[in-house]
């Protein structure tokens, strides 16, 4: 929503038909990011960066049509998580799977496989973070 009162909306069914709206156009691009996938060429930074980009905006899009729990938001968490870490910012990636493991946590619990596999993700960038 605007910053400045005058441009928010002024009750709650326009700011409802705002979401919807947005939603609407959202929807309009559903098709045009889906996944998101490794180039397979190696030291593609370039590739990857732009495959990086395009995964933000496909997670907020998520954030909006999706709860937090809600697995395909999950699972572009994740890759974007290890993107960040095949871009060489293993310390990004680290910090991208502890925020989704400790999410993971508080919505699954401790011993669900997403919630497992989120602090797996950690504990490897992490390692790869201390081997550098």
């Not at 005058?6 to 098709?31: C, F, M, Y």
């Not at 495959?51 to 938001?73: M, N, S, W």
Request: glycine residues 8%; aromatic residues 4%.
């Amino acid at each position: 929503m605007a910053k400045d009162p005058a441009d928010r909306p002024k009750n709650a069914r326009a700011a409802e038909g705002a979401v919807i709206e947005l939603s609407h156009l959202l929807d309009a691009t559903d098709d045009t990011v889906e996944r998101c996938e490794v180039p397979d060429t190696p030291g593609s930074s370039t590739s990857l960066s732009q495959h990086i980009e395009a995964l933000d905006l496909r997670i907020f899009e998520l954030e909006i049509l999706h709860d937090r729990g809600d697995q395909p938001l999950i699972e572009g968490r994740t890759e974007h998580a290890e993107l960040t870490g095949q871009s060489g910012d293993t310390r990004g990636a680290a910090a991208l799977y502890d925020r989704l493991a400790r999410d993971c946590q508080e919505l699954f619990g401790p011993y669900d496989v997403r919630t497992l596999d989120a602090f797996e993700g950690l504990a490897r960038w992490n390692g790869a973070v201390r081997a550098n």
